[in-house]
């Protein structure tokens, strides 16, 4: 069992910056990839980005390249988005998710490839 709980989301302007935060717990951290989705609502839960197990392998949506960097920190258990340069059109629920394997590899882009969810924070950036 893995545990999840995100935060740093709220209200922010056009072009302002976010740092979200999710805490794990409940299985050796650096054993697995990470992942954070964001829903709109209405909308599909879609992929973000992912971050490998170790932390050297990051992979993104092309609508977020260059504008958001996943990370994550082994030692503290928690994963990271910082969101940089922020749109309407980010405006969403985010998710981090654990991944079921260590490496970023066949499908890290779909919600099955993913075993536990956070309960999402609110990103919501006007305009």
């Known amino acids: 069992q893995v545990q999840l709980v995100e935060s740093g989301g709220g209200l922010v302007q056009a072009g302002g910056s976010l740092r979200l935060s999710c805490a794990a717990s409940?299985?050796?951290?650096?054993?697995?990839?990470m992942g954070w989705f964001r829903q709109a609502p209405g909308k599909e839960r879609d992929f973000v980005a992912a971050?490998?197990?170790?932390?050297?392998?990051?992979r993104y949506a092309d609508s977020v390249k260059g504008r958001f960097t996943v990370s994550r920190d082994n030692a503290k258990n928690t994963v990271y988005l910082q969101m940089n340069s922020l749109k309407p059109e980010d405006t969403a629920i985010y998710y981090c998710?654990?991944?079921?394997?260590?490496?970023?590899?066949?499908?890290?882009?779909?919600?099955?490839?993913?075993?536990?969810w956070g309960q999402g924070t609110q990103v919501t950036v006007s305009s």
């Open positions: 998710a654990a991944g079921r394997f260590l490496i970023l590899s066949g499908n890290y882009y779909a919600t099955g490839w993913y075993d536990y």
């Open positions: 409940g299985r050796t951290f650096r054993n697995y990839a």
């Open positions: 971050v490998s197990g170790s932390g050297g392998d990051t």
